[in-house]
């Protein structure tokens, strides 16, 4: 989570990007983010298979984003760090 946490900068820009082709600014964006047990990112997938795949510019511009990073090694095999982004209401 760390490692995601130093790029979300880049990662919000990509579910910013995927809301404006969708049309829908507002549009709460959820992927799972894969990690295998040596800390190498395995892919960036949706969270529920059965609404169908997770478009493609929004998996590939996340891919790039955590591209390389230094993720930790697991003892407990793959890791899937679910990651949501939505919009915050603040109150006055």
């Given at each position: 989570?760390?490692?995601i946490?130093?790029?979300?900068?880049m990662l919000w820009k990509c579910a910013g990007d995927?809301?404006?082709?969708?049309?829908?600014?507002?549009?709460?964006v959820v992927v799972d983010i894969?990690?295998?047990?040596?800390?190498?990112?395995?892919g960036v997938a949706?969270?529920?298979p059965k609404q169908g795949e997770l478009d493609p510019a929004l998996r590939d511009c996340m891919m790039a984003a955590l591209h390389g990073l230094p993720f930790p090694r697991s003892h407990?095999?793959?890791?899937t760090v679910r990651q949501t982004f939505t919009d915050v209401s603040v109150a006055p």
């Open positions: 989570q760390e490692q946490d130093t790029h979300m900068k995927y809301r404006t082709k969708k049309g829908d600014p507002h549009k709460a894969g990690i295998d047990q040596e800390g190498t990112l395995l949706t969270p529920n407990a095999g793959i890791i």
